[in-house]
């Protein structure tokens, strides 16, 4: 499961397939903490953002969230569902989301965690006020990593 709203239904697939899934924040959440990355802000589709099954997994590591307001909430969900998802950068929203960053950093976050894969599509994660990490990126990767490990270890056995 590649998208992070989702992991909303996570327990339920894991429990009913065959093979190992996953879950999108937890690699995430593992690469914040190895970083020693305390206070984070989460952004994603208002499910996301407000909703445990993110959230507590990075919570579960030490790293607290800092509190977004409810106006930003509903602007950065209402930029992903009405234009990223179809395929639209607005450099209006990509400004907003700058400022949404600035303002974040203001609120002690130490790092923003795009919680959306579609949000990388508008924030450049290399050039911002705070590190960003894209939960698709280290989840894509973590992915691959335990492929290879997999396939390493059968080798080691043969």
């Known amino acids: 499961m590649a998208c992070n709203t989702t992991h909303k239904v996570y327990d339920a697939v894991a429990a009913n397939v065959d093979i190992p899934v996953l879950h ?3 690699p995430t959440g593992d ?3 190895a970083d020693r990355i305390g206070r984070v802000a989460l952004l994603g589709t208002r499910f996301t953002m407000t909703e445990p099954y993110v959230r507590s997994r990075l919570e579960s590591r030490g790293i607290d969230l800092v509190t977004i307001d409810p106006a930003w909430i509903a602007e950065v969900d209402r930029i992903i569902f009405e234009e990223l998802a179809r395929g639209r950068v607005v450099r209006d929203s990509q400004r907003k989301l700058k400022t949404l960053m600035t303002e974040l950093a203001k609120h002690k976050a130490q790092a923003v965690v795009l919680g959306c894969t579609e949000l990388a ?5 290399r050039a911002n006020v705070l590190p960003v990490y894209d939960t698709a990126a280290i989840h894509a990767r973590a992915a691959v990593e335990w492929m290879l490990e997999e396939a390493e270890q059968a080798r080691a056995a043969a």
Do not use: E, Y
């Open 24 to 26: 999108i924040a937890d």
């Open 31 to 33: 690469r914040l903490a």
């Open 121 to 125: 599509l508008a924030v450049d994660t």
